[in-house]
């Protein structure tokens, strides 16, 4: 069977028709007569610059101002819990009651003790009021003495009394000066006494007044206002004086703990007065803080720097700073988590390209430029603090340049392709503030 012929007007004809659709669909022939594809579409915009506004954000715990833990003084058993666990209380408020019945005895016992010592002190000063009694009639009596033998001792010489009667009177003249003596010696024992008896009484006073402190701790008390938190002991329970009853914590201001690093706290540091830490300080030039609690919302007051620590933890390298919200709901609470956002730093003429314009290969930022002639330059960009959905550029861009943001993987380095600038209304809107990375 002899092959099917086939008019060569109906070939040419079907050669036209497939050049006409291939120069359709933009493809160009090369001087060796082959067709390269055209340019691949990608979606680009326009490096921006503006003033944005650096922010910083730290995690952060939150923990009362001042955490009392309630402790007895004495030692006894629990007979009443006076405060509901959760619920504020002032200072001074009873929490527990200890049995008093053994303090209140030794209190009893004190008074007594003491009534016995002040006693003991009148009887004494009783017995120096007789002992200056006798040394008046003693001294009396040396008195007379020394007149009878001075009035004595001439008429003696002259023979006019017996010689015995000035013996007698001279003998009588020194047993009164040995009464006189004794008498004195026994007013100094009689006062000695009194101070004796005196320092008793001071001492069982103080006994006293320890008994009746005791018997006072029997009523624990709150240091502190503040928000009390669950009894660690039961009703019934012997405590001693390092078991810990219950923990009060100080709310209002409450203190929120977050830790920078050393390298920001240098930044900071060299750009303020010495001693102070940057522009986290509680000085009138400081920012406000802000508090992003767990559920993303932001607590309603602004926050300032109390302190900074004296050191930086050697094991983190980081400084710990504390920080005080005003909370007079309550809200906050100690053991939460947020964290920390302050303004650090102002950035004049940043650049910004969106984020989805980056790539990272081995540990280094890319972005696809193109040029006026719409070919593609890979340049590798330094990345500075992000803004929403953006980054600042630190290097490798200039202001009006264009970087891919859609149809990356048809970017190739030199590659030719067909740019549509994306609209400013579709990017990322602006608002000027910055979280730095």
């Known amino acids: 069977m002899s092959p099917v012929s086939i008019p060569r007007a109906l070939v040419v004809s079907s050669l036209g028709l497939s ?44 923990d ?19 405060y509901k666990e959760g619920a504020f209380v002032h200072k001074g408020q009873v929490l527990f009651d200890i049995d008093a019945r053994p303090f209140q005895a030794l209190v009893d016992q004190a008074k007594g003790q003491v009534a016995q010592a002040e006693s003991q002190v009148t009887q004494a000063e009783s017995q120096v009021a007789q002992a200056e009694s006798q040394v008046a009639q ?4 040396f008195e007379k003495a020394q007149l009878d033998v001075k009035r004595d001792t001439p008429l003696a010489k002259a023979r006019a009394i017996a010689q015995s009667q000035i013996e007698t009177e001279i003998q009588a003249q020194a047993a009164a ?5 004794a008498a004195r010696a026994n007013v100094g024992a009689s006062q000695a006494a009194v101070k004796t008896a005196q320092a008793a009484v001071l001492a069982t006073r103080a006994n006293l007044a320890q008994a009746q402190l005791n018997l006072g701790f029997t009523q624990v008390r709150s240091l502190i206002d503040g928000v009390a938190g669950v009894a660690q002991i039961q009703i019934g329970n012997l405590v001693k004086t390092d078991s810990v009853l219950t923990t009060v914590s100080q709310v209002d201001p409450i203190r929120v703990y977050f830790p920078i690093s050393e390298k920001e706290y240098l930044d900071m540091a060299g750009k303020t007065k010495p ?18 609690l767990t559920n993303a919302a932001t607590y ?26 005003a909370n007079p709901n309550n809200m906050l609470r100690p053991g939460q988590f947020g964290r920390i956002r302050a303004l650090t730093a102002v950035k004049p003429g940043a650049l910004l390209i969106p984020k989805r314009a980056v790539t990272e290969l081995q540990g280094k930022h890319q972005v696809a430029v193109v040029g006026k002639d719409n070919k593609v330059q ?16 630190e290097q490798g861009l200039s202001a009006g340049e264009h970087v891919v943001v859609e149809g990356l993987a048809k970017a190739m380095d030199g590659s030719t392709v067909a740019p549509k600038l994306v609209q400013a209304a579709n990017l990322p809107s602006g608002g000027g503030e910055a979280k730095a990375r």
């Open 138 to 141: 003693a001294a009396a009596q």
């Open 275 to 292: 001693g102070e830490v940057g522009n986290l300080l509680n000085n009138p030039q400081a920012q406000p803080l802000d508090l992003i």
């Open 19 to 62: 050049l006409l659709l291939l120069s359709g669909c933009g493809s160009k022939q090369t001087a060796s007569g082959a067709f390269t594809p055209p340019p691949a579409a990608v979606d680009v915009a326009a490096v921006a610059q503006e003033d944005v506004q650096i922010h910083s954000e730290w995690v952060a715990t939150i």
């Open 177 to 181: 000066e040995a009464g006189l003596k």
């Open 64 to 82: 009362g101002s001042v955490n009392a833990q309630i402790q007895p003084q004495v030692t006894g058993y629990v007979v009443r819990q006076s």
């Open 300 to 325: 309603p007051r602004k926050g300032r720097v109390i302190f900074a620590d004296r050191q930086v933890d050697p094991q983190t390298g980081t400084l710990r700073i504390a920080a005080a919200f």
């Open 378 to 393: 890979i340049r590798t960009v330094v990345l500075g603090p992000e803004m929403h959905s953006r980054y600042v550029i």
